[in-house]
């Protein structure tokens, strides 16, 4: 039997069969939402304050004025992983344009559809894509830059990835790998991406989420005593790399064992990605930076 779920919608909790939004929601006509996914380990949701002042940024800069607070935030997201009596879980919050009258309307002073909803935690990758590391494209479609759309926003509109993948998945290849305009490399499948050369840690310094997780390896990396440089990186430098791995909030580092048609140093998960990746889930398990949802 499946077990029920209850999902947080505009001051409600309500089971997951009957947690609708209208389709006159300006975020399911236009895809005019912001949204942020923080995790719960072993019953404790790690960076939680982190997660939600970013998913503040993107709300002050798509000009959504929620009847949430940041400690309203906090609490209903704490209490929608009680709710589901979920240990182990990915929580995604959500604020939408919300309902209109019309289907053309005046995109201000709408009031925000507010949602938070908890799931078992989720991998990017399964069991074997972990252990072994994915096979990357780098796509021929562009990621968004500053001119369109900051890739700081962190917003529901992800019709890109999806043509991207589609076509990474056709040519036989697990996901993609994006440009900036420039031709640098930018991000990895929702995810953010690392290189490893001689021993020391590269990721792309513009034009990329901050991710948390990235923010939380730059971090170890210190801790580890292993150099770190945030700058631009080309393709050149990714095939050419000892180790490439990408991080998310949906299951720490992955390992990449190809892209493009090249074997990553050895095709496998190598040294410095293991060590940080062992070190964030000991940081994870420790409780630092912890928001213990069961107490
Ligand atoms: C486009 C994009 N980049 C990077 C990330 C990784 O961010 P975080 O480490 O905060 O999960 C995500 C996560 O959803 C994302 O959607």
């Avoid at 513009?206 to 730059?218: A, N, W, Y």
């Amino acid at each position: 039997m499946v077990k029920e779920s209850f999902i947080y919608i505009n001051g409600e909790f309500k089971a997951s069969n009957e947690a609708n939004i209208s389709i006159l929601d300006q975020g399911f006509l236009l895809g005019d939402a912001v949204f942020d996914v923080v995790s719960s380990w072993q019953g404790v949701i790690f960076k939680l304050d982190q997660h939600i002042a970013r998913f503040e940024d993107s709300l002050r800069a798509v000009r959504l004025n929620c009847s949430l607070n940041r400690d309203g935030w906090r609490q209903v997201i704490i209490d929608t992983v009680r709710q589901n009596n979920l240990r182990d879980s990915s929580i995604r919050f959500i604020a939408t344009r919300g309902l209109s009258q019309e289907i053309i309307a005046d995109p201000r002073n709408n009031k925000p559809t507010e949602i938070v909803w908890a799931a078992p935690y989720i991998f990017l990758a399964d069991q074997e894509k972990r252990n072994n590391g994915v096979r990357l494209m780098i796509s021929a479609l562009r990621g968004f830059s500053p001119d369109t759309l900051d890739p700081r926003y962190k917003c529901v509109d992800r019709m890109h990835f999806q043509l991207a993948k589609m076509e990474a998945l056709d040519a036989g290849y697990d996901d993609v790998i994006w440009l900036d305009q420039n031709g640098y490399i930018a991000e990895g499948p929702a995810s953010n991406i690392f290189l490893v050369k001689n021993q020391v840690l590269f990721t792309p310094s513009d034009g990329v989420l901050k991710g948390i997780t990235r923010e939380t390896f730059l971090e170890l990396a210190d801790r580890a005593k292993i150099q770190r440089r945030e700058c631009q990186i080309s393709s050149f430098d990714l095939y050419s790399a000892d180790e490439v791995f990408t991080t998310s909030t949906a299951g720490g580092a992955l390992a990449v064992r190809e892209v493009s048609g090249r074997i990553i140093g050895n095709g496998s998960p190598g040294e410095v990605t293991k060590k940080l990746d062992d070190m964030y889930w000991d940081l994870r398990r420790s409780g630092e930076y912890g928001t213990p949802v069961f107490t």
